[in-house]
């Protein structure tokens, strides 16, 4: 059963991040930082999964999740639904290119070049 409701809160997560994303779309100025916002509140928690995935790596877990969001932000303000209409098929590539960006720029305490690495 809880995977049924898990389902139903990821049908209504995508609906309604859908909806905002038109709504911001179509809107200009604070009207539509509003709308974003919102969609990255929606959003937070898969943002939180995918940063999950990296914990335990030697980078504090405050840090990859604070990483985890502002990809998402960038996401949000990157997206185009003209080029699909799957917010997450676009931001979760979005989130962890971040954090691997976080990873490459700050992880290591000696910097071999990147080819080492």
Known sequence: MVGDSTAIGDA???????????RARASRGETRTRYENQVVAVNMRVAGDVARR??????????????A???LVKAVRG???TMGDDFLSYAVPTVRGEIRRYFRDT???????????
């Open 12 to 22: 209504r997560r995508r609906a309604e991040t859908a909806r905002l994303l038109a």
């Open 54 to 67: 990296y914990h335990g790596r030697g980078v504090p877990a405050d840090d990859l999740d604070q990483v």
């Open 79 to 81: 997206y185009d639904p």
């Open 69 to 71: 969001y502002l990809g």
């Open 107 to 117: 992880g290591w305490a000696v910097r071999p070049p990147r080819s080492v690495q």
